[in-house]
């Protein structure tokens, strides 16, 4: 009697642990985003867009259930209940949550910058923790990775408090400290001493709970095949922004992902030496590489058949191509700091006294678009983020939105685009069970968007709703919390 009381007690016990694990108590500050929380919520008639790259499918019916979506149905009417939300959507589209890929928590500071576009060393970045988790969730931005962080401790204490319902934000993967060498960009990166060094790095970040690894500018080929083999020990993942090392090497290394699309690969820079970074950090390599070229072909098919990834990051490179080419958006400069929007206008603006860069910035960009476009028809897997790194037309959430119109002006069709920033990063991760398409028994992790981005891709600006495990929080709300703060924490 008294064993079968215990084992009672025990059953309860599992049962409050898994349904607190799907959903936990959400604090007081997260219940004032929420919009949507029902046991059962229903999306009637609502267009959707599931993340395969498959075509809209009009006039549906969505259900969701414990943090789940149960059912999809042919549009219908219904009645709503006790216990039951109904949503009606005629004229709005639900896709999956965006799955960001180089999505950072932080922002880079450049001290002193002036009309002519000078600033001061060092380079500094200051943690973006308290705006960006909700810039990136007001975006549509479900699940994101770091991608290199700077406080790796701040980053998986906030993964830790948004996963616990404290928090506003993504689901997150931390990536760990920059696997950077001797020199680096901004001054709060460690550097990488030997093998030695970055495997024992490695090892202590994915004990403290890191999910991920990147690589940067300066590595050594000894360190980075050091630290990617530590990782791989541990199921974990690297990636890479290099340029002392090649895409080729460190495809032949056993690298998971290469950022910034073919934008920093070394390979045809005229003075590079090994495991040292060229002057051009790669534009001479992209300027000389003829998309449909024997060069081209050949590092694409040395990446697909090592399974590497490319993380496609147009936003970032935009603002390079010509003067004013990004659209000013109302919303992104309300989110910024009046200096952060200051200094957005002193970079997006080229003085006519500068000299014009040394490499046309459209012929580059016209090059990675085509590569990017060459890769993913060979079999390749895209991804997408947008690379926020303090220039005022690249902002979490906003940023997303932008790298997927941007992948249609590659040439990807709209489904296509929304297929590279939402299953794509789902199969990197290897989630693609849980989340990254509209889908019976995934996790409820979705975007309501008014408009159809499968005819104007500009629509996925309209975010109103977004649901993460079921819950569906407010796109104006998020945005409204940060307004003022995007550039100073
Ligand atoms: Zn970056």
């Not at 219904?78 to 896709?95: C, F, H, I, K, P």
């Not at 406080?151 to 404290?166: C, F, P, R, S, V």
């Not at 046309?360 to 690379?387: I, Q, Y």
Request: proline share 6%; hydrophobic share 40%; charged share 20%.
């Amino acid at each position: 009697m008294a064993s079968r009381i215990l084992l009672r007690l025990v059953l309860l016990l599992l049962l409050s642990l898994t349904t607190s694990a799907q959903n936990p108590e959400l604090s007081k500050t997260v219940k004032e985003f929420v919009r949507v929380e029902a046991p059962k919520v229903v999306l009637t008639h609502v267009r959707i867009i599931d993340g395969t790259g498959a075509a809209a499918v009009e006039d549906q019916n969505v259900v969701i259930e414990g943090g789940k979506i149960t059912a999809i149905q042919q549009g219908a009417e219904v009645a709503a209940s006790e216990g039951t939300t109904v949503l009606a959507l005629r004229g709005y589209t639900v896709m999956p949550g965006i799955v960001g890929m180089h999505n950072h928590l932080f922002y880079v500071a450049r001290p002193n910058l002036n009309s002519r576009r000078h600033f001061e060393p060092p380079v500094l970045v200051p943690q973006m923790t308290f705006s960006a988790p909700r810039l990136y969730l007001a975006g549509g931005v479900t699940t994101m990775r770091t991608t290199g962080s700077v406080e790796t401790y701040a980053d998986l204490n906030l993964k830790h408090d948004i996963d616990a319902g404290k928090l506003p934000g993504p689901h997150i993967d931390v990536t760990g400290p920059y696997l950077e060498g001797s020199t680096s960009y901004f001054v709060q990166m460690p550097h990488l001493t030997s093998a030695d060094d970055a495997r024992e790095t490695v090892e202590y970040w994915a004990g403290q709970g890191v999910t991920s690894f990147k690589a940067y500018m300066n590595i050594t080929r000894a360190e980075l095949k050091a630290a990617i083999d530590a990782a791989h020990k541990r199921g974990l993942k690297v990636t890479g922004h290099l340029c002392s090392v090649t895409y080729k090497e460190a495809a032949e290394l056993g690298i998971d992902d290469l950022e910034h699309g073919f934008f920093v690969n070394t390979q045809l820079d005229p003075d590079k030496k090994p495991d040292v970074c060229s002057e051009s950090a790669g534009e001479e390599t992209m300027a000389r590489m003829d998309p449909s070229g024997p060069e081209a072909k050949d590092l694409i098919q040395t990446l697909v058949s090592h399974h590497v990834a490319i993380t496609s990051t147009l936003p970032v490179f935009e603002g390079d191509v010509g003067g004013g080419r990004p659209p000013l958006r109302q919303q992104m400069l309300d989110a910024m700091t009046p200096q952060a929007r200051e200094d957005f206008f002193l970079v997006r603006q080229r003085p006519a006294s500068a000299p014009p860069p040394k490499i046309d910035p459209t012929l580059l960009w016209k090059h990675d678009l085509a590569l990017e476009r060459a890769f993913v028809a060979a079999g390749g897997l895209l991804l997408s983020g947008p690379d926020p790194t303090g220039r005022g037309d690249v902002l979490p959430g906003f940023g997303d939105q932008r790298g997927i119109e941007l992948l249609v002006e590659a040439g990807f069709s709209p489904v296509e685009a929304i297929r590279i920033a939402t299953l794509n990063g789902a199969i990197y991760m290897g989630k693609d069970k849980q989340i990254g398409s509209v889908s019976a028994g995934k996790n409820a992790d979705l975007v309501v968007i008014k408009g159809d981005p499968s005819k104007q891709i500009s629509d996925v600006e309209n975010v109103e709703i977004i649901f993460k495990d079921g819950i569906g929080y407010d796109s104006q709300k998020l945005l409204d919390s940060v307004q003022g703060k995007y550039g100073l924490y």
